[in-house]
């Protein structure tokens, strides 16, 4: 009996993104090409571009997921309790984005903060990492950790900015500062949180 369309076209994309996800896994985004995923994948390009439109429109599908991985493990970790806590708590999202420019680039393109391309899982990430963030900082303030000064949802959208910058920094060839994310955002957390 012969699969059902819509069983056999889930399967195709499943193994599309199965072949992508390996080779980002060894060779890094920038190395994926959409010529390497059809041939290992054994589809024609004209299937690959009817589930994905183009490799971006890939890579958002994998970023997405993967980032929306590192969300469910620092909500299910116990709350930070301090600035240092939080830039620990965010050093593997920051060292996964900073593995690859092409990561950085894509999850601001289509976060819909930077232009007009938006992908809906990369930008629920977004929202979800400010409330997240607004739900430490409001826990903090109330224990007399945090500046109580300033409403957590403001705090939280300028620590996503400071994520944002020091990893455009960490991009910059011309800047000397080579420190792992983590690191080198925590002195703009603590200027920006604590009073």
Known sequence: MPRAPQKRRLETRAKLLSVAEEI???????????????????????????????????????????????????????????????????APLLNFVA?????????????????????????QGFIRQITMFAGWINALQAEGTLRADTDPALLAEGVQAFLNHVLAIGFCMEHADKRPPAEAI??????????
Do not use: N
């Not at 593995?99 to 930008?123: H, M, P």
């Open 186 to 195: 925590l002195p703009y957390l603590e200027r920006w949180l604590v009073r």
């Open 99 to 123: 593995q690859d420019r092409v990561i950085f680039d894509l999850l601001l393109r289509y976060s819909g903060t930077t232009g007009a391309e938006v992908d809906e899982v990369i930008t």
């Open 24 to 90: 980002i896994d060894t060779q890094g985004c920038s190395a994926l090409r959409v010529e390497d995923v059809v041939e290992k994948a054994g589809v024609a390009k004209g299937t690959f571009f009817s589930h994905f439109g183009d490799k971006d429109g890939l890579l958002t599908v994998i970023l997405g997921a993967r980032v929306m991985g590192f969300l469910e493990e620092m909500e299910a970790a116990p709350r930070p309790q301090s600035p240092a806590e939080i830039a620990d708590r965010l």
